[in-house]
């Protein structure tokens, strides 16, 4: 006689477990008197393959630019699994088990924000990640013309970088000497932006200094030729 507190049968497939999306493999379990277990019983065994995400790239765009393409990068993805932002669905795109490309449209990045970013996949649904829609920021003056007014000289210019409203973050900044036909050409100034990079938190502006310089000419001295008197 078995003294059999209650018993499972075997399930011979994967069950779904409402609720969490996932597909969980069970096996019978046998919960009676150990001394009388049945043969066929086995403990229960639970494997899960739960959806995750674990970057961004981009992490951040600028306000009032235009549509681009998210990729979000995870594990666990399926065909069918879907990019949120803040909650909605974006068109999605499968790449792989470890990849999503969503496509953002320009509607959604008009104002400064941050955003929530996840992924679905029927009821299943990932943790978040932030992605920020910044302000832009100016630079002044936009344009400037540096005249060095002798070879070997140099100039410098302030230049204020002014954060809009609710931007913040650090800025870096390089710049290029275009040749003008003027001088040597194997031999252009050079320009540095001293710092080159700055940080600006909105309304407060910060300023950095560019610098150009140009190089003194080589002098050539004459030497006479062998025979020749001076």
């Keep these: ?3 059999n507190l209650w018993s499972v049968q075997a399930a ?6 409402p609720g969490n999306g996932d597909m ?20 229960v065994n639970l494997s899960s393959s739960l959806i995750a995400i674990s970057s961004l790239s981009p992490v951040s765009v600028f306000a009032g630019g235009q549509a681009f393409t998210l990729t979000v990068s995870g594990t666990n993805f399926q065909s069918g699994s879907t990019v949120q932002w803040n909650g909605s669905s974006l068109a999605t795109t499968f790449l792989s088990a470890t990849q999503l490309i969503a496509t953002v449209p320009a509607s959604l990045i008009g104002t400064a924000s941050n955003v929530s970013i996840s ?44 954060p809009a409203t609710g931007f913040s973050g650090s800025v ?24 080159a990079q700055v940080s600006v938190t909105s309304p407060n502006s910060a300023t950095t200094i560019l610098s150009i310089a140009s190089t003194a000419p080589h002098v050539t001295l004459a030497r006479p030729e062998p ?4």
Aim: overall charge neutral; hydrophobic content about 40%.
């Design 227 to 230: 025979g020749s008197r001076g």
């Design 12 to 17: 011979a497939s994967q069950v779904s477990v």
């Design 172 to 195: 870096i900044l390089s710049c290029t000497v275009t040749y003008n036909g003027q001088g040597n050409p194997r031999e252009p100034p050079t320009c540095a932006v001293n710092p």
């Design 1 to 3: 006689v078995l003294l």
């Design 119 to 162: 992924v679905v996949n029927g009821q299943a649904a990932t943790g978040t990640l932030a992605f920020a829609v910044v302000a832009p920021f100016s630079l002044l003056p936009t344009a400037e013309a540096l005249t060095i007014a002798t070879p070997g000289g140099g100039k410098n210019l302030a230049i204020n970088v002014t």
């Design 24 to 43: 969980h493999a069970v096996f019978g379990a046998y919960g009676g008197d150990s001394d009388y277990a049945a043969s066929n019983s086995n403990s």
